[in-house]
């Protein structure tokens, strides 16, 4: 009986071996250029503008494979704003206005507050989806990793022990993840175009609630790569009907001729939980 033959699995060292040895060379002119780093060792040759081609692979694939490991199939997206208060925040948001018209604005962020609730709660139902036959994950809650309606969905999916990714964003302030993102699933971007591709690449469902210019951007987004045919729809949920009917009137759009009165029907707006996890089921035969 011949013997089991032990072929090795590489004949070359691997990048992660070469950089340790190349990391500390023999000290002469030479070594010390910039010149004699190994390429992906060079922080100041990766940055410069002719490897942004680079840059875009590297941002698009590192969650990617991160995310492919984790065994994520499929996520559900939550938009919303970064300034609306959790239940525990109430009192110092109305206690740091002093004018009147911050006491007013104040007093309109506080009543959005149940928005944080219904983000958190829907967080909890959509993490209780299980796994499928292959061990994929389905449903996963995705934000954008900051605070607010981005919190409470993360919040909701740490109630329940389930994971969740949060898709943070270099800004000209420091905007650091939320406690509740998963660390192994907490991604952090620099470019807004590589951001948006991983929020939709899996999202299988999407909630909009009150928010401003980010929430807007990408509800928008998403609105027009289904309306143009360039994603299969999802089902897209707004939440708060006083707020959407009062921010845009999408029958106003139709009414002009810049949509079509079918486009109304690429979203629902929802006020509950309960109500929006309905309409997914029903989508995807959950029930």
Known sequence: MNATPKVPDRMFPSASEEAQVAAHPTAVPQTEHP??????????????????????????????????????????????????PSPEEVESVLAAATTG???????????????????????????????????????????????????????????????????????????????YVTPGLSFQFHYFALRKMHFLLRARAVAAFPGGFGTFDELFELLTLVQTGKVKPVPILL?????????VDFEALADEGVISHNDLKLFHIVETAEEAWAIVQEAYDLA
């Open 35 to 84: 010149a004699y780093r190994l390429a992906f060792q060079d922080n100041d040759f990766l940055l410069r503008q002719d490897l942004r081609a680079v840059r875009f692979q590297l941002e698009l694939l590192k969650p990617e494979l991160l995310l492919n490991e984790a065994n994520i199939a499929s996520t559900f997206v939550m938009y919303g704003s970064a300034r609306i």
């Open 239 to 247: 939440f708060g009907r006083d707020f959407w009917g009062k921010v």
């Open 101 to 179: 018209p911050q006491k007013r604005i104040a007093e309109r962020l506080v009543a959005k507050t149940r928005y944080y609730e219904e983000a958190r709660k829907l967080a909890q139902l959509t993490s209780q989806v299980e796994c499928d036959s292959d061990g994929g994950r389905h449903f996963v809650v995705c934000s954008g990793g900051g605070p607010s309606i981005m919190e409470a969905a993360n919040r909701g999916a740490a109630d329940v022990g389930a994971p969740s990714i949060g898709l943070n964003i270099v800004l000209p302030f420091e905007q650091v993840p939320n406690p």
